[in-house]
């Protein structure tokens, strides 16, 4: 057997063990329909379509979210996701921590959202510029810029 083979069988086998080590649970929380955000249509769509699989209990598990090590990667960024901001439950969060979320929303879908490595293997999410300006002035109620408050 030549070296190339054995690293070969040796990263094989590595990957195959990879498998049996366990990641946090796959699976979409039950939606109460009551408390789910209500957006205009065209917004909703944009929002499904690029923010949802992480920020919803409504995510679309791909292939390889059950093979390590790629489980391990979406699965942590759904919960993380829907820990920060959880469109699923929106409702249920008091009007305070949903100017919060809004502002936080305003700033990210300019610096980070969708997160890069989501749009390598998700390019229908990507967001246009005019998909953007839409979110914001959503996220701004109308106004277009948030509000700051120095402290």
């Given at each position: 057997m030549t070296t190339f083979l054995r690293y070969l069988a040796i990263l094989a086998l590595i990957f195959a063990a990879m498998q049996l080590i366990p990641s946090y649970p796959k699976e979409n929380p039950p939606t109460d329909p009551s408390l789910e955000i209500e957006l205009p249509p065209d917004l909703m769509a944009i929002i499904r379509r690029s923010c949802y699989?992480?920020?919803?209990?409504?995510?679309?598990?791909?292939?390889?979210?059950?093979?390590?090590?790629?489980?391990?990667?979406?699965?942590?960024?759904?919960?993380?996701?829907?820990?920060?901001?959880?469109?699923?439950?929106?409702?249920?969060?008091?009007?305070?921590?949903?100017?919060?979320?809004?502002?936080?929303?305003?700033?990210?879908?300019?610096?980070?959202?969708p997160l890069p490595q989501y749009l390598w293997l998700h390019p229908e999410a990507k967001l246009s510029k005019e998909e953007r300006e839409r979110i914001q002035m959503w996220a701004s109620d109308g106004k277009g810029y948030i509000d700051v408050q120095v402290r």
């Open positions: 699989d992480c920020h919803s209990n409504q995510t679309r598990w791909p292939w390889y979210a059950d093979v390590a090590p790629m489980k391990w990667i979406v699965r942590r960024d759904v919960q993380e996701g829907r820990k920060a901001l959880n469109f699923s439950i929106w409702k249920s969060y008091s009007p305070e921590r949903q100017k919060e979320l809004k502002a936080q929303i305003f700033r990210s879908v300019i610096l980070a959202m």
